[in-house]
């Protein structure tokens, strides 16, 4: 009869129903994590008794969101990806990178990855920007990095982590802008100390860093990676 269900309609029905429900729950827990990150970061603000400083976290949260969005997106990628007739690995993406920007802070600030690579010029935040663009264009999960200094006015950097074995477990820290600088001045990637090194960092006593990690559905996930990269705050 046209009213019946079939056992094999009723199992994906049941399966439809449990992948949704899912979904739900990602897009919840995704937000939650948001929330809570923003949540943290104003405690910290607290800290240091600053009302704008608080703004200002919240504004760096969704400048970066916005900015890991843009490098992501479809329209970008496809663009990114006429760069690439055959894929690069994360390490011979350092040497692509270092024959097409320029090192230095005395530049007209972007973020976005293609208008980056037509200025050809950039610090640490450019660098690191269209390394992950060019990470996620060679399907190499990639997440952009970046400290806490709205908070205590004292450190600004932007790296970038990957995970080449794609288990979205082991991930990679990279330094893009010291791997390019070193190896456009004679370095081999054999001889590089700029990635697979968060100990180099421990000295900085970053207060906050967060990760902004695209995934395939388009969303962008908060972590909080402090403890990797400044374990004694």
Same mark, same amino acid.
């Given at each position: ?29 995704? $937000?939650?994590?948001? &929330?809570?990150? *923003?949540? #943290?970061?104003?405690? @910290? ?6 009302? +704008? ?25 496809s663009q990114l990806q006429e760069y690439f ?15 097409r920007m320029e090192y230095t802070q005395d ?25 992950? $663009?060019?990470?996620? &264009?060679?399907? *190499?999960? #990639?997440?952009?990095? @970046? ?6 006015? +004292? ?79």
């Amino acid at each position: 009869m046209w009213g019946d269900i079939s056992p094999r309609a009723d199992k994906n029905k049941k399966e439809g129903g449990v992948k949704k429900e899912m979904n739900k729950l990602k897009v919840l827990s995704s $937000a939650l994590l948001v &929330a809570s990150v *923003i949540l #943290a970061s104003f405690i @910290v603000g607290y800290k240091f008794g600053s009302d +704008s400083g608080k703004v200002s976290v919240a504004n760096h949260i969704r400048h970066n969101v916005s900015v890991v969005n843009n490098l992501s997106s479809p329209e970008v990628q496809s663009q990114l990806q006429e760069y690439f007739p055959e894929k690069l690995n994360y390490t011979e993406l350092f040497v692509w990178q270092s024959t097409r920007m320029e090192y230095t802070q005395d530049r007209d600030i972007h973020t976005d990855p293609l208008e980056i690579l037509e200025y050809q010029k950039g610090a640490c935040g450019e660098f690191s920007i269209v390394y992950v $663009a060019c990470c996620l &264009a060679n399907d *190499i999960p #990639a997440r952009l990095l @970046v400290t806490g200094y709205v908070i205590t006015g +004292s450190v600004d950097h932007t790296w970038a982590e990957v995970n080449p074995s794609k288990d979205g477990e082991t991930w990679i820290h990279v330094e893009p802008t010291d791997c390019a600088y070193n190896i456009l001045h004679g370095a081999s990637v054999d001889e590089l100390t700029c990635y697979d090194n968060p100990s180099m960092h421990y000295d900085k006593n970053y207060e906050l860093v967060l990760a902004f990690e695209p995934t395939q559905d388009g969303e962008i996930i908060i972590r909080d990676r402090t403890e990797t990269y400044s374990p004694n705050p």
